[in-house]
């Protein structure tokens, strides 16, 4: 009987939206049943295959590959996973006393966290300690595009935080065009986005390109930022490392397959991207989909590209990067992940680090 009324309720949302889409009042009408009948699971909302769709939540509209990320909940449920343990929160105190005393000198940050879900929660927590609450009282999210942008300001700091999976070279440009102020710090990660437990988590064309790119993304994303903004701190995070362990259901099965046999597990990636228009040929194609899966081997790759690229910019104008080094935190930390991937109780450590290492 639930079935008839899931496709009754599709049918009538989309008879809505077809005759009533000239008027504003109606389409909020829509987009409220959209949410409603997507939570309820009467209507399910296909993913393509570059991930460029928008799907509905209860904190509106967000990119469908944001949906890998757990914490689009009630403020109490993202609080209860945060983990403060007293370590940590003396790691907060001391990020406090860092931003206090940059104010008392005059020289307030004004720091952009772009990446995916690690640097959101940095992000958050530098908002909870500029302006006292968690979450950033203001949740809505803008959508420049198919990105989340936010911003949190109060007189200890401004943070902007944009959903970039990817590293993109015009980023200052893209947050300044919001009317932002220009950044004293640029803190990037890329990682979990461009990697695949393909069929599930698929691998595709973009994340494809920007794992083959990985290395001179990063460069060019430093050299122009610097050009754009020449004194801007620039900090780059690595990957927390993985536990597939915590993995369930059909990624724990594709543990098991790839831990039996990497290159049989591998094939459907190759293949499927074989088919696709990539510009790649079958070596690096190959070489790609083996590195990049969503595993701890995976993390180790990456992280091993972020410091390749951090320690040949010693003579970036302006001065090198620095490091923050999730994986080195993280690993064989597995039984404080709930998933296999966020480790929570890490992020005042690295927003103090953060703050020690651009003074």
């Known amino acids: 009987q639930a079935l008839p009324i899931r496709i009754c309720a599709a049918c009538v949302a989309f008879l809505i939206v077809r005759n009533c889409i000239a008027f504003p009042f109606a389409m909020a009408v829509v987009r409220f049943a959209l949410v409603l009948l997507a939570t309820a699971g009467a209507l399910r909302l296909s993913l393509a295959p570059d991930d460029e769709r928008i799907v509905l939540t209860p904190q509106g509209p967000v990119p469908a590959w944001a949906v890998l990320d757990e914490d689009w909940g009630e403020a109490g449920d993202i609080q209860a996973k945060r983990h403060i343990d007293p370590e940590a929160q003396g790691f907060k105190d001391e990020a406090r006393v860092l931003l206090e005393e940059r104010v008392a000198v005059g020289s307030r940050p004004v720091i952009y966290f772009v990446g995916d879900s690690l640097m959101r929660h940095q992000y958050q927590s530098f908002c909870e300690l500029a302006t006292g609450l968690f979450p950033p009282q203001d949740d809505t999210w803008r959508v420049p595009g198919w990105k989340i942008m936010h911003n949190c300001s109060s007189e200890l700091g401004y943070g902007v935080f944009l959903w970039s999976p990817e590293y993109a070279a015009d980023v200052v440009d893209v ?142 104008p302006g001065g090198a990067p620095s490091l923050i080094d999730g994986w080195a935190m993280s690993d064989g930390d597995c039984d404080h992940t709930h998933d296999g991937r966020h480790w929570y109780r890490f992020n005042w450590l690295q927003l103090s680090q953060l703050l020690h290492m651009n003074k």
């Open 175 to 316: 947050v300044r065009s919001y009317g932002h102020p220009e950044p004293t710090l640029l803190y990037v990660v890329s990682a979990f986005h461009l990697m695949h437990m393909h069929p599930n988590f698929t691998m595709n064309k973009i994340k494809l390109k920007h794992c083959a790119r990985y290395k001179d993304d990063l460069r060019e994303l430093f050299d122009q930022t610097r050009r754009r903004v020449p004194n801007v701190g620039l900090t780059v995070m690595t990957p927390y490392a993985i536990c597939e362990s915590a993995y369930r259901d059909s990624w724990a099965d594709l543990v098991k397959a790839h831990q039996q046999d990497p290159r049989v597990a591998t094939q459907p990636c190759i293949d499927d991207m074989l088919n696709e228009t990539t510009g790649y040929d079958k070596a690096t194609i190959t070489d790609m989909c083996s590195k990049a899966w969503f595993l701890r081997d995976g993390s180790i790759w990456i992280r091993d590209m972020v410091r390749e690229v951090v320690s040949s910019s010693a003579d970036l």
